[in-house]
């Protein structure tokens, strides 16, 4: 079978909602032991797909140590970490910042990026994968993402230097820059103006589902993406490569025939 994780064993963090437990059910489908790792309860998702889960606040490396640990225990050298576990304080311009919101937000969608490369390239055999879930927002600017942007830009730069530190290791390190996902973050704000304002700006039109985010996740697991490292690869809708066609008329003088030099 292309793109088996048979006999594999995967943790997700933030795998109890959204695109993390699209990537479990994903994972899992392809054979894989996977652990769910969340600050919520996560039971009834491992229950669903036979896997495993654990109470972890991916900020506290402690936690992310124990739960690398308790893994290996459990299930066996980790083979597959996705690092998805975030926060998403959108609507936050830099005046709205306080210590208490940069330093959670790094906290959880920085640092515990950086704590789950470290705790689980450690338990890792050679040859793993390490994926990174970032954002669009990441790549190019968004109106009041003033801690978000900046925590989903820092997953980027941790992706590279963590692939560059693990390649000897064979251990590749990727990152998906999502779009704007049918999550419960988003669909879950009552009449979030986000929605229809992305629908218009994305080219294809439309939020992605989580699910077509998750194939990604599955491709960069498997055995078939082991020369792939490194990479930053947006799943967004073609929003990163510009905004969506519209009426933009040609001026007189091309329609006429004409053109100035
Ligand atoms: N939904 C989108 O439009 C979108 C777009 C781009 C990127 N992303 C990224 O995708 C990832 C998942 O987002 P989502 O929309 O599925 O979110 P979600 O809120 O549906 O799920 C996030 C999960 O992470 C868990 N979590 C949060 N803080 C945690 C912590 N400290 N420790 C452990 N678990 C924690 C939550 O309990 C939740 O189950 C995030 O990294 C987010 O930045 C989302």
Known sequence: MFFSLQG???????????????????LAAA???????????????????????????????DQVAALVATV??????PDILVNNAAIQPLGVGFDDLTPALVERAFA????????????????????????NTASFIGLIGAPRAAVYGPTRAAVVQQTR???????????????VCPGTVATPAVTGIPDNPEIPFLEKMTPLGRLAQPDEVAAVFHFLASPEAAYLTGAVIPVDGG???????????????????????
């Open 239 to 261: 929003i990163t490569a510009g905004w969506r066609e519209h009426d933009v008329i040609a001026p007189p003088q091309v329609r006429e025939g004409r053109w100035v030099e």
């Open 108 to 131: 959880v969608n920085v640092h515990g990026v950086a704590y789950g490369i470290k705790h689980a390239a450690r338990a890792m055999r050679d040859g793993g994968r390490i994926l």
């Open 161 to 175: 230097l963590a692939a560059m530190e693990l390649a000897p290791r064979a251990i590749t390190v990727n990152c």
């Open 8 to 26: 594999k064993v995967a943790i997700v963090t933030g795998g109890a909602s959204g695109i993390g437990l699209a990537i479990a059910r994903r």
């Open 72 to 77: 290996v225990e459990r299930l066996g050298a």
């Open 31 to 61: 054979g894989a032991r996977v652990a769910i790792a969340d600050r919520n309860d996560a039971a009834p998702v491992a229950a669903e797909i036979g896997g495993m889960a654990l109470r972890v606040d991916v900020a506290v490396e």
